[in-house]
Nanobody
Framework: QVQLVESGGGMVQAGGSLRLSCAPS????????MGWFRQAPGKERKEREF???????????YYADSVKGRFTISKDNAKNTVYLQMNSLKPEDTAIYYC????????????????WGQGTQVTVSS
């Protein structure tokens, strides 16, 4: 089992920045990839949107078009932590952000990830 704990959410004005962190625990050596999804207000769980992923053992990253050029996913092996740096935030980035992990898959679909964090709220005001 892998447990994920997110932190770093909050409220910011449009154009501002936030950095989310996700610290996995438990069977971390089995992790193949980690990423982020988000659920906007009024959207259902099945409508969660893929944001970005990173391969745990390498540097492969992939981003949704909606965040490409503004968000950066990275990892600190020494701290065993994944980050999502969010710059040039827009009101439409307002959502609950979920950290995800899986032991075999890496992709843009929710079903590819077995482990989910509890979510952290990001609110961008105009």
């Amino acid at each position: 089992q892998v447990q994920l704990v997110e932190s770093g959410g909050g409220m910011v004005q449009a154009g501002g920045s936030l950095r989310l962190s996700c610290a996995p625990s438990g069977r971390t050596r089995s992790i193949y990839a980690m990423g982020w999804f988000r659920q906007a207000p009024g959207k259902e769980r099945k409508e969660r949107e893929f944001v970005a992923y990173i391969r745990w053992g390498g540097a492969n990253t992939y981003y949704a078009d909606s965040v490409k050029g503004r968000f950066t996913i990275s990892k600190d092996n020494a701290k065993n932590t994944v980050y999502l740096q969010m710059n040039s935030l827009k009101p439409e980035d307002t959502a609950i952000y979920y950290c995800v992990a899986d032991e075999t898959n890496m992709g843009v679909q929710q079903s590819m990830y077995d482990y989910w964090g509890q979510g952290t709220q990001v609110t961008v005001s105009s």
